[in-house]
């Protein structure tokens, strides 16, 4: 534990913390985020809204507006993102992913699935999907099983957790602990046995592995880059993952997603009722009258 009884060394605990997190910080968010470059196939420069690389325990969070594209790229091919993702113009909607798996019959998400609100409404889908493990399941790390893990688990330290992250980044807007729910996990998957057990799938890490979503509503994302809490390895790892995001078109009325099942046609349906104001109501989710 470092002292902090005085202010001269205070100042030095302040100091050596500063210098920990910058260097575990790989990159500054691209600023304009129009001068990104590399950019996937089709997207101009002039379109990006955000472009950041997150390292092991980097968070970030950004509003997107309906149609954006958000695409997370595993650089190193071991990266661990934990999404949350909220309605940004009224937070108290918010991901559900016990709806999310389901209203969808599916509790392993991939291409052409939805992210789904408490209110029957989708506020992310799944375009393209170039890993195929992901977890539903297990929720974000917290302090005390990094602490099991690695020995630390504080927000401020070598091995930050996943739950600490999503409320630094909430506190941005106007938001706290209390609003975190059950998140998603990309990158890392988790299986159920046919006795009920929840079995992390371990396997060879693959570069350049890439996530595409589309905003369906106007959406706060939260994301964090920390380990998955089942991953049973010794070291905290998280390697770099590229957050891009762009302007893009709304679903039409013939996109495959949208149509891909009676159940995420009314999911898709209960958010064009939302903002056309002729909601009456979707208490019921998507299978709901």
């Not at 691209?30 to 690389?53: C, F, M, N, R, Y």
């Not at 927000?155 to 999503?166: S, V």
């Not at 089942?230 to 078109?249: H, S």
Request: proline share 6%.
């Amino acid at each position: 534990m470092s002292d902090t009884s005085t202010p001269l060394a205070a100042r030095e605990h302040a100091r050596a913390q500063a210098e920990s997190e910058a260097a575990r910080v790989l990159a500054k968010p691209t600023i304009p985020a129009t001068d990104a470059k590399d950019l996937p196939a089709g997207v101009d420069a002039s379109e990006v809204v955000w472009d950041q690389v997150l390292g092991p325990g980097d968070y970030a969070s950004a509003v997107l507006e309906r149609g954006s594209r958000l695409r997370l790229l595993d650089l190193e091919g071991d990266a661990s993102v934990s999404l949350l993702a909220y309605n940004a113009d009224d937070t108290q909607e918010r991901i559900n992913t016990a709806d999310t798996v389901k209203v969808q019959w599916q509790a392993y998400l991939g291409e052409g699935s939805l992210l789904l609100s408490d209110m029957g409404r989708v506020l992310l889908s799944i375009l393209e999907d170039g890993c195929g493990h992901h977890d539903t399941f297990c929720g974000a790390s917290s302090e005390r099983s990094n602490a099991a893990r690695y020995g630390h688990g504080g927000n401020h330290g070598p091995h930050p957790n996943a739950r600490d992250r999503f409320t630094l980044a909430l506190t941005k807007h106007g938001l706290g602990k209390r609003d975190l729910c059950p998140n998603v996990n990309l990158f890392k998957g988790v299986r159920v046995d046919d006795a009920g057990n929840l079995l992390f799938e371990e396997r060879a890490p693959a570069p350049g592995q890439a996530l595409t979503l589309r905003a369906e509503m106007r959406v706060l994302v939260v994301l964090v880059n920390a380990p998955h809490v089942l991953d049973p390895r010794p070291e905290y790892t998280a390697t770099p993952v590229r957050v891009t995001a762009w302007a893009g078109e709304l679903a039409p009325l013939d996109d495959p997603v949208r149509n891909s099942s009676p159940e995420r046609l009314r999911a898709f349906e209960n958010v064009e009722a939302y903002y056309a104001g002729t909601d009456v109501g979707t208490s019921g989710g998507p299978h709901g009258g």
